[in-house]
């Protein structure tokens, strides 16, 4: 495939820190952390903005509820949040904390962006409400709960609320964000989650409540005491706070419009609805690319603390390791879909994948270069065919397949293309059973070594934004210089006679990917 080395921006949602995070959150950030490594790898100059949405009712009522300022509670929530992305190996270049002072900012010049265009106007608010959503519903999309509370199409529980609001012309906006959907039928994908979004759209937007009177928890609205901003506005600047807009000399200027916002299914109408409309009203760029991916169930079903089947992701990094489970995740998960997880499957896609397929393949090609070779690299053999169609197949895998499908975030379809061939590098060793060649045929024996060392590069190279350290970990066995762990560095025909005469050796090979076992009391599903 042909290099793009365009800026890259990617984005995460930003997290509501009322809660630790959980694996949904892991979940988002490891995939939005390899897209990221994927596109650094590809020679482009990428940006990744995270961050926590501190702001709104739900923080304030619960630091009311603990008797502390909200603030505190907003350090301590975003803490963990902070503390989750660093066990994950989540390379992100911005941590955006929507109570910093420059978001606020921000916030507040696409504030005044919006009101210059028109778009804003003051007026009273009465509609239902729900806090846990931070969002307002219309009547039609409610429904009856117990007691005859009434939900949200979240499930979650609404109250009718009456205060003095700004609103947001988003009716205004109808047929201009109908066009950009079909003209750009890549904005919203999945294409389900598209085809939600149009059918909401048409269905008629009503003007948007965007300032809030009854608590001071947020970002003042410019000119008007009393109100702060509606937590969406807010959230979703966060987007370009995080570059520094407004300072057009900021990353801002060159990473902005974003590429790609990941967010979960359940907050696409916010991101593309809401957004692109806040954005065309203050006259900015859209973002490329909406993508709403699924949610992961534990065991089939959705987490729930009543269920007591909610689990915690630092807890499965302490236990699984963190590489294999982000292989696990983006392997096993159709990514745009929802799907299903548990500690026995982890186990089986990494011992089998990982451990005995990749790593063993590692492991015993770098232990014969180490045993029969002493160690040392060689350009003096005659490849036969089978070693080249093998390493052509691979450099095509790496090079082309694989990126070709994680381009489109079809993470899972390009990782079953490198575990093809990592299963082809093994057949490979079995047919060419070295270890009988070092009697037979040393010459032979030592071309297909040196075969088996450029392919495990190859297929670490290629696995290396999905599991960073492991990767890494291997290819420092292997006396690979840390800038040519790269997809340029696939294209360099040169690099193993250069690696071979510095003199390097292969030493006793270290396991990168330990065997796991099933904890004590998980049965199999």
Known sequence: MSENTEPFYITTAISYPNGRPHIGHAYEAIATDVMARFQRARGRDVRLITGTDEHGLKMFQTARDQGRATIDLADEMSGYFREMYARLNISYDNFMRTSDATHHAASQAIWRAMEANGDLYLDRYEGWYSVRDEAFYDESELTDGEGGIRLSPQGTPVEWTVEESWFFRLSRYQDKLLALYNDNPDFIRPETRRNEVMRFVEGGLKDLS??????????????????????????????????????????????????????????????????????????????????????????????????????????????????????????????????????????????????????????????????????????????????????????????????????????????????????????????????????????????????????????????????????????????????????????????????????????????????LELPEGEGEV
């Open 210 to 515: 965007v300032s809030r009177t009854s608590f001071d928890w947020g970002v003042p609205v410019p000119g008007s005491p009393g109100h702060v901003m509606y937590v969406w506005v807010d959230a979703l600047t966060t987007y370009l706070s995080g570059l520094g807009y407004p300072d057009p000399d900021s990353d801002f200027g060159t990473f902005w419009p974003a590429n790609i916002h990941m967010i979960g299914k359940d907050i696409v109408r916010f991101h593309a609805v809401y957004w692109p409309a806040f954005l065309m009203s203050a006259n900015l760029p859209l973002p490329k690319q909406v993508f709403g991916h699924g949610f992961l169930l534990n065991r089939g079903e959705k987490m729930s603390k009543s269920l007591g089947n909610v689990v915690d992701p630092m807890a499965l990094a302490d236990q699984f390791g963190v590489d294999a489970l982000r292989y696990y995740l983006l392997r096993e998960v159709s990514f745009g879909q929802d799907g299903t997880y548990s500690a026995d499957a982890i186990v089986r896609t990494a011992n089998a994948d990982l451990a005995n397929s990749f790593g063993n393949l590692a492991q015993r090609s770098l232990s014969m270069i180490f045993k029969n070779l002493h160690g040392k690299l060689s350009v003096d053999y005659s490849p036969a065919n089978d070693d080249i169609d093998l390493l052509a197949d691979l450099t095509d895998m790496a090079a082309a397949r694989l990126p070709r499908e994680f381009e489109q975030l079809a993470f899972s379809v390009g990782i079953e293309d490198w575990i093809r061939a990592v299963f082809a590098c093994n057949q490979y060793v079995d047919t060419q059973a070295p270890w009988a060649l070092r009697k037979t045929d040393p010459e032979r024996m030592r071309a297909v070594l040196m075969t088996l060392f450029r392919a495990v590069r190859t297929l670490a190279i290629a696995i290396r934004p999905v599991v960073p350290a492991a990767a890494d970990n291997l290819l420092d066995q292997m006396g690979i210089a840390e800038d040519a762990r790269n997809s340029a560095a696939l294209a360099d025909n040169d690099w193993f006679a250069k690696l071979s005469a510095s003199g390097f050796t292969v030493g006793q090979p270290v396991a990168i990917f330990p065997r």
